[in-house]
């Protein structure tokens, strides 16, 4: 079985966006939030604001840069045993962090 090496890496991956779907959904990620907890409720409240719209557009940006980055590199590029285009695998992932973040927001 020469193709179980792709496929589980790629079972793996998915699986990580996954668990960091559920993590993110109710709110277990792991954080030094001590200082945080501390302040007002009102400025408790604005960081929170402010942490989550910085980290979103950070992640958008850099997923854009990156992905077409990647989707460029990629055109060409099959993979060495299943034979098939890596770009399958790159809009397959992002289907499924769509797909991943709908079912669990």
């Known amino acids: 079985m020469p193709w179980a090496e792709e496929i589980s890496l ?3 991956v ?3 966006f996954v668990g960091a779907s559920v993590v993110m959904k109710t709110n277990d990620h ?3 939030d001590y200082f945080v907890r ?3 409720v009102r400025f ?3 960081s929170q604001k402010l942490r989550i ?3 979103f557009f950070i992640t958008l940006v850099v997923f854009i840069i990156w992905g077409l980055t990647l989707a460029l590199q990629s055109t060409w590029s099959i993979t060495p045993v299943l034979g098939i285009n890596y770009l ?3 809009f397959g992932g992002t289907s499924r962090r769509y797909l ?3 079912a669990f927001s």
Request: glycine content about 12%.
């Open 10 to 12: 790629g079972l793996f």
């Open 14 to 16: 998915w699986l990580t």
């Open 30 to 32: 792991i954080s030094v």
């Open 38 to 40: 501390k302040l007002p």
């Open 44 to 46: 408790f409240i604005l």
């Open 53 to 55: 719209g910085l980290l």
């Open 88 to 90: 399958w695998g790159i």
């Open 100 to 102: 991943v973040s709908l």
